[in-house]
């Protein structure tokens, strides 16, 4: 799915706001037994309770197309690592390895997030590519690979920056996880700068 196509799921939901009291007796917290209440309630949530202010549905659905673009760009990656060849491989070639497998965590913490919240991770390799908002390109140079790269780390920073803003504080677990991913991907991209950088150098 391209950026344009998954932005429209990130449009705020008009879910209901705070479930925390704001009277000045009680500033932030809701009294403990409505908190107990409430936990009792609908158990089969799991961690989703009544103070969730997300809209799950919503929250799954950018979930799985960030997995969809963290299986993709961990596929690229492995190509990558493969196929690269010259004398500048054997520096590269670890590099390529190394992001291929940070990938592969990402989506797994991504997978993991989704169960959490009760939906279910698509690994459907039907419709994977359409799904992930990064592109499987398999580039024939060394320099081609690498560029290719850094388009998707910074279509991915881009994503992830955006389902940030949205999740805020609609669900705070959500976005610390995409906020850590992020970070690395930041990473990912400087590191593909320097290569790139170092490839032109020569
Ligand atoms: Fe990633
Ligand atoms: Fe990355």
């Given at each position: 799915?391209?950026?344009?196509?998954?932005?429209?799921h990130l449009?705020?939901?008009?879910?209901s706001?705070?479930?925390?009291?704001t009277?000045?007796?009680?500033?932030f917290?809701?009294?403990?037994?409505?908190?107990?209440?409430?936990?009792r309630?609908?158990?089969?949530?799991?961690?989703?309770?009544?103070?969730?202010?997300?809209d799950?549905?919503v929250?799954?659905?950018l979930?799985?197309?960030?997995?969809?673009?963290?299986?993709?760009?961990?596929?690229?990656?492995?190509?990558?690592?493969?196929?690269?060849?010259?004398?500048?491989?054997?520096?590269?070639?670890?590099?390529?390895?190394?992001?291929?497998?940070e990938?592969?965590?990402?989506?797994?913490?991504?997978?993991?997030?989704?169960?959490?919240?009760?939906?279910?991770?698509?690994?459907?390799p039907?419709?994977?590519?359409?799904?992930?908002?990064?592109?499987?390109?398999?580039?024939?140079?060394?320099?081609?690979?690498?560029?290719?790269?850094?388009?998707?780390?910074?279509?991915?920073?881009?994503?992830?920056?955006?389902?940030?803003?949205?999740?805020?504080?609609?669900?705070?677990?959500?976005?610390?996880?995409?906020?850590?991913?992020?970070?690395?991907?930041?990473?990912?991209?400087?590191?593909?700068?320097?290569?790139?950088?170092?490839?032109?150098?020569?």
């Open positions: 799915m391209d950026i344009a196509t998954s932005r429209s449009r705020p939901s008009t879910q706001e705070s479930a925390l009291l009277s000045a007796d009680k500033p917290l809701t009294d403990i037994e409505t908190l107990r209440k409430r936990a309630q609908h158990i089969n949530q799991g961690p989703v309770t009544g103070g969730y202010k997300g799950v549905a929250v799954v659905k979930l799985n197309e960030a997995l969809a673009t963290e299986i993709i760009c961990t596929l690229r990656y492995r190509r990558h690592y493969f196929m690269v060849k010259g004398i500048r491989a054997e520096s590269v070639a670890p590099e390529f390895l190394a992001h291929a497998k990938e592969q965590e990402h989506a797994d913490r991504i997978a993991e997030r989704i169960v959490q919240l009760g939906g279910e991770p698509d690994f459907s039907d419709g994977l590519a359409t799904r992930s908002h990064a592109e499987y390109v398999e580039g024939r140079s060394l320099g081609d690979m690498i560029k290719e790269d850094l388009v998707a780390e910074r279509i991915a920073i881009e994503s992830y920056l955006e389902m940030i803003a949205y999740l805020q504080s609609r669900d705070p677990t959500t976005r610390r996880l995409l906020e850590e991913i992020l970070a690395n991907e930041e990473e990912h991209a400087n590191d593909l700068n320097s290569l790139l950088e170092g490839m032109q150098a020569i």
